[in-house]
Nanobody, 117 residues
Framework: QVQLVESGGGLVQPGESLRLSCAAS????????MGWFHQAPGKEREFVGE????????NYADSVKGRFTVSLDNVKNTVYLQMNSLKPEDTAVYYC??????????WGQGAQVTVSS
């Protein structure tokens, strides 16, 4: 099993930045990718970005390319989501996730991000 604990959500104004963290524990060696998803009120959970644990390859949703960055500290077993130039439409609960055998199986508790003036 893998446990994920998120931190760093909050309320920011449009154009500001925020960084989310997600610390992993447990069977770290079983993790393939670590990713971020978000879920806005009344909508389904959507993919935001991910990083491969072995070589650090990243992949992003079109809506966040150039604004969000996923990074990984393998010493701390922590994945980060740096969010810049935030927009009101980025408001959502953000979840980190860890994949095993090519599917996301483990999830964090979620962190609320609200972008509002």
């Amino acid at each position: 099993q893998v446990q994920l604990v998120e931190s760093g959500g909050g309320l920011v104004q449009p154009g500001e930045s925020l960084r989310l963290s997600c610390a992993a524990s447990g069977r770290i060696a079983s993790i393939g990718n670590m990713g971020w998803f978000h879920q806005a009120p009344g909508k389904e959970r959507e993919f935001v970005g991910e990083i491969t644990r072995n070589i650090g390859y990243t992949n992003y949703a079109d809506s966040v390319k150039g604004r969000f960055t996923v990074s990984l500290d393998n010493v701390k077993n922590t994945v980060y989501l740096q969010m810049n130039s935030l927009k009101p439409e980025d408001t959502a609960v953000y979840y980190c996730a860890a994949s095993s055998n090519r599917s996301y199986k483990f999830w964090g508790q979620g962190a609320q991000v609200t972008v509002s003036s």
